[in-house]
Structure formats: structure tokens, C-alpha cells
């Protein structure tokens, strides 16, 4: 009998052992459950902070197409994308194993990069997907909610406080290749970013429940922000493969600049040109200089592609500057760098948010954010840095369209103030210079022509089609609330209204 149960106890010994034996060798090692938080924030910020290509740039009239027409130039683009989820899919993976490895660090950063994405998404459609989203894998929820505009971006705002507040306690971050494992800069930029969001909710400033000048001027006091262009929340770029500044934005033997673009720096003799364009064919058989501004010149945004290439076929449009699609480094790509905050600050002060609404503080402020520009491209630009030093910048800010004493009245200031904005989000910032015209009409964006829409400028994407096949419910609901049912590019989001 003892013999029996002994060789009992034998077989389920060897039972149970084979079948953790079986459970190890179903495990793929080449597939590996968890990763260290480092190598999930490398991809998430390379595909963060990289460039976001020319649409905006063709939206805002710094650009012109001609080999085709362009649903950006001519304002009759349709559908967005959700693509931004699938890196919030991996921001919400290093969340997960930061909170699981106990490594603090990368759960602080993914509350930026949730804030920084979420925001992306609901400025471009209004109405999205947020308190409900990424929750197909933890809780079968496939079809989420869409959140009104009104709660998600305060939402985001306490997300970057959080986030700020948690790296105050972090002394080195590995895996970080935009500020080289520094907290503090990205504290800096975090904070640099709360401003430009309160500031895009401008035209909510008279709503006393949001705060938003109170909610200004407490982080401008109290909080650590950009100081200087060595605080660019940027990614610089390395000749590797994956990872060359033109492998973003491929060739651009076909895109001219627009004549409203070259005509507003030729009129403010700005030297920036040079770095921006070629001069064009006609000034360069002529024996024109670089830094001569009747070498350059645009075509008319509104007229057709096919008008465009005659004048092109002219001689008379420059064409966006070699170095930008030749160049394996080129220049960084800034998400959000020290010059915006400039004239983020320059203009709260203008509106009284800050400073006390001190003129001479708002002249340093912006005149801060041209120096910051020059000095940028003195930098990066190294075969345009004559033109670009302290001399040149200097001469700049006595331009009468520059110089922001010659503004007469608060709106004129402010319109002084985004223009310098919008020539500094030239290939920076992705739509940043789009959503600033959106706000405040500056500088103004011609119309007419061939331009469609009714010759409006569209103030939104419409959702992406894949949404209306699988989440037709929730995306049909924020279509009611937000434009009666009509999925229109011109429909008046709450930032808007």
C-alpha cells in the first residue's frame, strides 16, 4: 500500500512538473511580455516630436503646388485621421510597465505625451474619444465615448500639471533623446505648453468659470519655463537611416512659395527669406545676390495649378530651399521651442493676463522671440549665418511692420505679434501657424480664385470614415452635438465659439 501511494505521489510530482516545464516552453522568448519603459519612450517621442510634413504650410500660404492641386491650398480637404492613437497606444504601454517596473519617471512623461496627443487630436476634429479611449485591450471596450471639447481640455491641463509635479522629484531620465534624461527641460517645456493652450483658448476669456488669465499668470509666476533656445522641446536629427531630416518630408522639386509669404518678408526686409527659399530662376541667371530681395517672389495661392506652373515656367516663383530636401540634418523640428513661448508671453501681456499689461515688458517679450528666431537659423542655417547676426537682427527690429511700438492699438499689437509667430513656424510646429489664424484671423490667408469651399477657410477635419464603420454610434452623437448632424469642415468647434 505505501508502495502504491508512493508511486502515486511520483506521477502527479512529474505531472505538475511537466506541465510548468510545457507552460516555459510555450513562452516566446523572441516575443518578450515586458520591455523597460527606455526603449518604449524613444519610439514614442521620435514619432512626437519629428515633423509633420506641409499641409499646414500649403493651408497657410506659405506654400503653392505645381504639379497638382493641393486639398490644402485650395481648402477643400475632407477627412482627418486617428493615426495619433496608435502612439497613445504606446504611451499607454509605458505607463503600464513604469507602473509595473516601479520606474516613476516614464508614467510622469506619458501623462506630456497623453496631453500633447489627446490635445493634437481634439483641436483638429473637436468632440473626441478620451476618457473611453485605449481601453480595447484592458476592457473590451471597443466603441468609446466621445467627450465634449469643453471637459477634455481642461482635463489635459491637469495631466501636464501632474506631470510637471511628478518631475520634480526625478533626478535623470534614460532613454530620453530629446533632452538628454534632463527633468528639468522637460518640466520647462511642459509648463511652455500649458501657456500655449490657455493662450489658444483666448477667445474663452470672458468665461469665468475657466479662468484662463488667472490660470496664465499662475504658471508665467510660478512655474519653470523655456529660457533660452537650448530649452526647444526639438528633435535633432542624425544622418542614419530612419532618422534623416528629409526622410519626413521627401522631394519638393514641385512646391513654389506663395506670394503671400515671400511679400510679407520682403516687406519687412527680413533676412529669413534667404534661409527659407531659392532665389528664384529669373534673379539667378540675372546674377542677383542672396541677399537680395527682389531675387525672390511667389505665385498667388489662389490661382490654379495649372496658372501656377505658368508662372512658374516664368521664372519669377522661388522654390523652397534645397537645403530643407537635400540636407540629412538640416535643421531640428521643434514641437514647441523658447521663440513661441516669447511671443505667447508678449501677447498675454498685451491682453493683461501678465505683467500687468506693461507695454515695454510686451516689447522685450517679443522682441525676445525674433532675437531667439535669428539666432536658430544663425545656428542651423551655417550657410546664411552672415545675414542673420546681431546686426541684422537689430536693423529687423526697426522695420515699421516690425517694430511693435509703430502698433497703434491692442489689436494691431496683437496682430504684429502673430505674423513674427507665423514666419517662425516656417516647417516647425506642425499646424501651429494654421490653428494661430484660426484663433485670431492673423495674417490674414487669401481667398478667391480657385480656392473651394466657398471661398472659406475650414477650421476643422472631419472624422475619419473608419469611425463612422465601427464606432458609428458614439462619432453620429458628437456629429449631433457639436454641428446638428452635418460632419463639416467648417463647423464651429467649442475652442471657436
Known sequence: MKQIIYYTLVVLWAMTSSCEKLETINEDPNNAQHTHPKLLLKTISYSTFTGQGTGGMFASRMFVNSDGASNEQYYTWDRGNFDRYNILRNVTKMMEEAELQQIPEYTHLGKFFRAYQFYEL?????????????????????????????????????????????????????????????????????????????????????NGSLGIAAQFNDIYTHEVLMESNTDNGQLV????????????????????????????????????????????????????????????????????????????????????????????VNEPHMLMGYPELQFILAEATIRGWIEGGDPVKAQAFYENGIKASFAFYETYAENYAAYLGSSAVNQYLTEPLVNLTFAATTEKKIETIITQKYIQFYFQSGNELFYNNRRTGYPPFAVGGAVGNGGKVPVRWMYPLDEYNQNAENVEAAVDRQFSGDDNINGQIWLLK
Open 122 to 206: 481634439t483641436r483638429a476634429f473637436g468632440d473626441i474619444p478620451y476618457s473611453e479611449a485605449l481601453q480595447g485591450e484592458t476592457e473590451g471596450n471597443f466603441s468609446p465615448a466621445y467627450d465634449t471639447q469643453e471637459t477634455i481640455i481642461p482635463a489635459l491641463l491637469n495631466e501636464l500639471k501632474e506631470a510637471n509635479e511628478g518631475l520634480t522629484s526625478v533626478s535623470s531620465i534614460e532613454g530620453d533623446i530629446i533632452f538628454n534624461g534632463d527633468p528639468l527641460k522637460w518640466q520647462k517645456l511642459i509648463n511652455s505648453l500649458r501657456l500655449r493652450i490657455l493662450m489658444e483658448m483666448s477667445l474663452k476669456e470672458g
Open 237 to 328: 536629427y542624425l544622418d542614419q537611416s530612419g532618422t534623416r531630416y528629409f526622410e519626413y518630408l521627401g522631394k519638393y522639386g514641385s512646391i513654389g512659395m506663395s506670394s503671400t509669404f515671400t511679400d510679407l518678408l520682403k516687406e519687412r526686409r527680413d533676412p529669413r527669406l534667404f534661409v527659407f527659399c531659392h532665389r528664384n530662376p529669373n534673379a539667378v541667371t540675372a546674377g542677383l545676390p542672396v541677399n537680395d530681395f527682389n531675387a525672390y517672389g511667389g505665385a498667388d495661392p489662389t490661382l490654379s495649378y495649372g496658372q501656377i506652373s505658368e508662372e512658374r515656367n516664368k521664372g519669377y516663383v522661388s522654390m523652397v530651399n534645397e537645403r530643407y530636401y537635400d540636407d540629412p
